[in-house]
C-alpha cells in the first residue's frame, strides 16, 4: 500500500518529465504580459487546453487558494501547478521562472529611465503594448467566464463582484469572502444551483488531462514538513535582508526598503493595484524614494513588462537607492536596492505555497470547502472583468475624474482626452485576437510595431 503513491508519482513524471516542463514554464514567462488577468489566461491555455497536464477543475481549485493569499496570485497559482507536477523542484522552477524576465526587463528599463532622465526611448514601444495587454484581459474575462460560469447563480456572482469593484470600491477581500460565504451557503440551501461534482473530477467543462486529478497528489501534510517549510522560508527570505543591515548599516536606504517591503509582501490582499496604492503613498509621501509622476511612469513600465505587476517595487527601489547611496557607488546601490526588495516581496509566496498546498489538497472533496471555491472562481471573473475595465479607462483617456455620490465610486472617463491612437491599436488588437486568433506574442509584437510607427508620423 505505501508503495502506491510512488507509482503514481512516477507515473506523472513520466507523463510530464521535468526537462519538457522547465522549457514550457521557461515559454509561459515570456508571455505572462497583462497583468494576472492575461498571465492566468496564459497558463489555462498553456496547460489546461494545449498540454493537458492538469484539468480545468484542478486549475480553479489551485487558483482559488491562490486569490485567498497575499501576494501575486498569478505566480502563485504557477509556483502550485509546479508543485503538483514535479513536487518541490518544479513549484520552484515554475515560480522563479515566472518572475524572471519582468526582473530582467524591468531592471534593464530602470537602468535605462535612470541613465538617460526619462523614458522617452519606450515611449513609443509601449504606446502600442499597452493597448495589446487591454485586448489580452479582455481575451481573459471571456476564457475564464467561458470555463467557470456554468450555471446562472454564478453568473450572478461574478456580475456582483464586478459592480462591487467597480462602482462602490468594495475592498477586494470582502468581495472574495462574501462570494466564497455566498457558494458555502447555496451548498446548504440550494445544493442543486451549483454544479455538480466536489473538484475532484477531470473536465469541468475543459478538456480531460493526461494525468487524471486524483493521480496529481496523494502526500499527506505532516506538522514535520509545515515546519520544515516554515524554517527553511523564513531564514532565506530574512538573511540578505540581515546582510544588508550588518554590512551598510540599519540607517541606510537599503535597509528601510528591505524592511518595508517585507511588511508589504504580507499585507497585499486585494491585487496589486490595492497594494500600489499604499506603496505609491509610502515611497513619495513618506520615504521620498521618489516622485508621484515617476511613480506613474514605474506603473507604466511595470504594466507592459512580463511578470507580475507587483514588480514595480523593483523600479520604486532602483531609483530610490540610486538617488541615496550613502557610501555605496550609485549603481551598484540601485541595483543591490532593486534585487533586494524583489528578494522579499517574492520569497514568501513559496512558502505560502509548500506551507498551505498540501492541506488544500486534502479540502478538494469536502464538499462545503469546494462550493465556497466555486463562489470564489466566480467572483474571480467579475475581478478580471473590474481589471478590464481599469485598463480601457487609463489606456484609452488621459484623464479621468472621480464620480463620488455616497456607496457610489466610479472613475469617468473625460471624453476630451481620447487617445486616438490608442483607440485604433486597441480596435487593431481586438481583430487580431477574436478574428484573426493570432498568438499573443505575435499580436504584442506587431501592437509594439505599429506604436512605433505611430510615433514617427509627424502631428502637425
Known sequence: MRSEPREIASEARDVVPFRRAVRTWFAISLQTFGGPAGQIAVMQRTLVEERRWIGQRRFNHALNYCMLLPGPEAQQLAIYIGWLLNGTRGGLVAGTLFVLPGVLALLALSVLYVGLGSTAAVGALFAGLAPAVLAIVAQAVMRVGRRSLNRPVLIALACAGFVALAFFAVPFPFVI????AVGWLLARLASRTLPTGTGHGDGDGGPA????????????PTARHALRVLAVGVLLWGLPLLAVATLIGTDSVLTAQGLFFSGAALVTFGGAYAVLAYVAQQAVEVYGWLSPGEMVRGL?????????????????AFVGAYRDPGALDPWAAGLLGALLTTWVTFVPCFVFIFLGAPHVERLRHNQAIS???TGIT???????????????????????HLLDWGPFHFQLPDPTTVRPVALVITAAALVMIFRLRWSMLRTLGACAVLGLAAALIPTG
Open 177 to 180: 469572502l462574501a462570494a466564497a
Open 209 to 220: 488531462p493526461l494525468i487524471a486529478d486524483d493521480d496529481l497528489h496523494h502526500e499527506a
Open 300 to 316: 507604466a513600465l511595470a504594466e507592459t513588462t512580463p511578470g507580475p505587476l507587483i514588480m514595480v517595487v523593483q523600479f520604486v
Open 371 to 373: 462550493a465556497a471555491l
Open 378 to 400: 466566480a467572483a474571480v471573473v467579475g475581478v478580471i472583468a473590474n481589471l478590464a475595465l481599469y485598463f480601457a479607462l487609463h489606456t484609452l483617456f488621459a484623464s479621468t
